[in-house]
């Protein structure tokens, strides 16, 4: 994709290369030319007009005498399903109708997801002409492009890191980024660790005691721990729920048909997995 420049020392007829190299090498970082374009050649050149400035060679003519895709079907101004220099995301088209950036994703939250992974998530954008999609960063650097509003991605490296998101529409216009601190088991973070916003369901019930009498059984289990704090634990028994503040519950032998499950709710509402005592073990 390189071409030649011969500099003979200083000389004049090297001084006046200069120009038509830099306008070739600025037009290959535009996106010029692919392989598609009817006169492609040489890795990413154009052969058929001895003066184009994208030619594989270096003919010595000063700039003004280059011409910009000659014939207008290759790179630029041409109706070809190819890249077109002019819409290099690097430009912006004096002649769209889209001027102005998509607004801001608003709304964007990082929780945990019984995957492992972290689901990221936020409200859709808008824009003047449409349409948009989005660009994702992790600790600042780029992932992907994608059209939805959510997203499963890899957990922080360390402690904590950032995700972010930033809208983009169709000639490319960027909105400001929105960026969310996830720090694993806690939730979204402020820059020191301190909890922000607790995105994270409690931990499961590990170990539940049964003791029963004769007409009662009771169930009771260690305090869960969460960084936002424990509001309740939600019993299920078939198509009941309860709601207890402590860790135990009594239940009366003779009407439990169904298995019971049992899972921490914290203060913000997150609901923990759920841990499921078969009814043989509860008649």
């Given at each position: 994709m390189?071409?030649?420049?011969?500099?003979?020392c200083?000389?004049?007829?090297?001084?006046?290369?200069?120009?038509?190299?830099?306008?070739?090498e600025?037009?290959?970082?535009?996106?010029a030319?692919?392989?598609?374009?009817?006169?492609?050649?040489?890795?990413?050149?154009?052969?058929?007009?001895?003066?184009?400035?994208?030619?594989?060679?270096l003919?010595?003519?000063?700039?003004?005498?280059?011409?910009?895709?000659?014939?207008?079907d290759?790179?630029?101004?041409?109706?070809?399903?190819?890249?077109?220099?002019?819409d290099s995301?690097?430009?912006?088209?004096?002649?769209?109708?889209?001027?102005?950036?998509?607004?801001?994703?608003?709304?964007?939250?990082?929780?945990?997801?019984?995957?492992?992974?972290?689901?990221f998530?936020?409200?859709?954008?808008?824009?003047?002409?449409?349409?948009?999609h989005?660009?994702?960063?992790?600790?600042?650097g780029?992932v992907?492009e994608?059209t939805?509003?959510s997203?499963?991605?890899?957990?922080?490296?360390g402690?904590s890191?950032t995700y972010?998101?930033?809208?983009?529409?169709a000639?490319?216009?960027?909105?400001?980024?929105?960026?969310?601190r996830?720090?694993?088991?806690?939730?979204i973070?402020?820059?020191?660790?301190?909890?922000?916003?607790?995105t994270?369901r409690?931990?499961?019930?590990?170990?539940?005691?049964?003791?029963?009498?004769?007409?009662?059984?009771?169930?009771?289990?260690?305090?869960?721990?969460?960084?936002?704090?424990?509001?309740?634990?939600?019993v299920t028994?078939?198509?009941?729920?309860l709601?207890?503040?402590?860790p135990s519950?009594?239940?009366?032998?003779a009407?439990l048909?169904?298995?019971v499950?049992?899972?921490?709710i914290?203060?913000?509402?997150?609901?923990g997995p759920?841990?499921?005592?078969?009814l043989?073990?509860?008649?």
């Amino acid at each position: 994709m390189a071409i030649v420049y011969l500099d003979s020392c200083g000389s004049t007829e090297g001084d006046s290369l200069r120009p038509v190299v830099a306008a070739h090498e600025l037009l290959h970082t535009l996106g010029a030319v692919e392989t598609a374009a009817p006169h492609a050649c040489n890795e990413g050149h154009v052969c058929g007009v001895d003066n184009d400035l994208l030619g594989a060679s270096l003919t010595g003519l000063e700039l003004e005498q280059h011409v910009l895709d000659g014939g207008r079907d290759d790179y630029y101004g041409h109706s070809g399903s190819w890249l077109d220099v002019q819409d290099s995301l690097f430009l912006e088209r004096l002649d769209s109708a889209d001027r102005s950036a998509p607004t801001v994703p608003a709304a964007a939250v990082v929780r945990d997801d019984p995957s492992g992974l972290v689901f990221f998530s936020w409200r859709a954008s808008t824009d003047d002409v449409g349409p948009v999609h989005y660009r994702l960063y992790e600790d600042g650097g780029f992932v992907r492009e994608l059209t939805a509003t959510s997203v499963l991605l890899d957990p922080p490296g360390g402690d904590s890191g950032t995700y972010s998101v930033r809208a983009a529409d169709a000639v490319g216009h960027l909105s400001q980024p929105v960026t969310v601190r996830f720090r694993a088991g806690v939730g979204i973070v402020d820059e020191q660790g301190r909890l922000l916003r607790d995105t994270v369901r409690p931990p499961a019930i590990r170990t539940v005691a049964i003791r029963r009498t004769e007409k009662t059984v009771l169930l009771a289990w260690p305090a869960v721990r969460d960084p936002g704090g424990v509001r309740s634990y939600r019993v299920t028994i078939g198509a009941r729920t309860l709601a207890v503040a402590k860790p135990s519950v009594a239940l009366a032998r003779a009407t439990l048909r169904a298995p019971v499950s049992l899972a921490a709710i914290d203060k913000a509402g997150n609901v923990g997995p759920a841990t499921t005592i078969p009814l043989r073990r509860l008649r």
